[in-house]
């Protein structure tokens, strides 16, 4: 029994060393001139949000709407003394107005007004020398709808007057205009 032992064993020895055969896949060489097929692709377009600036034309025509400012002229020169009329045209959804005066001395005066025109008399200007003037409209909530372009106007160097006097109270020119009127108000 112990040879019919013995010889199982090779046997069985005999093939477990040889190893069970599995077949391996064998691999193909590669083929270096062949390219390898790729499907076209089409570009997708994915809507986005983005910002368009308005184009300078559309602020500026923004700018044209405002009003248009009527008298006095753009670099009008008065006397000494002169009842002058502040106009514009009317605008669209304004509820008032906003006179803006610029004095030589960058100070500004400013007039408020439901309507399209304002008087005032030069010679509450006690300064001398070039004036700027322009209009703001507002909405009813006193919101600003425009600003209009500036005019300009001179007043001339008095012996009341000088490029850097304001008005304080020591000048001739500060009580109420020669006619009584009340600065046009």
């Known amino acids: ?23 391996m896949p064998t691999a193909e060489p590669a ?11 089409k570009p997708v377009i994915i809507p986005t949000a983005s910002f ?18 009527l ?15 502040f106009s514009w045209t009317i605008m669209d959804n304004a509820a008032s107005y906003i006179l803006n005066i610029t ?3 960058e100070d500004i005066v400013a007039f408020k007004s439901e309507e399209i025109e304002i008087t005032r008399y030069i010679e509450a200007f006690t300064q001398a ?4 003037w322009n209009i703001t409209a507002l909405n009813a909530a006193g919101e600003e709808i425009c600003s209009s372009d500036f005019f300009t106007f001179a007043k001339p160097l008095s012996d009341g007057a ?6 304080d109270g020591d000048s001739e020119n500060d009580g109420p205009p020669p006619d009584g009127d009340d600065w046009g108000d």
């Open 162 to 167: 000088s490029k850097e006097s304001s008005s």
């Open 103 to 105: 004095l030589p001395s």
């Open 31 to 41: 083929q270096v001139d062949a390219v390898p097929e790729v499907e076209e692709e």
């Open 52 to 69: 368009t600036p308005e184009p300078q034309e559309a602020i500026i025509e923004e700018k044209l709407n405002c009003v248009e400012l």
């Open 71 to 85: 008298t006095p002229e753009n670099e009008t020169e008065f006397g000494e003394s002169a009842k002058v009329t």
């Open 129 to 132: 020398g070039e004036f700027q």
């Open 1 to 23: 029994m112990k040879l019919k032992l013995f010889i199982l064993l090779t046997l069985l020895l005999g093939i477990l060393a040889c190893g069970v055969a599995t077949p």
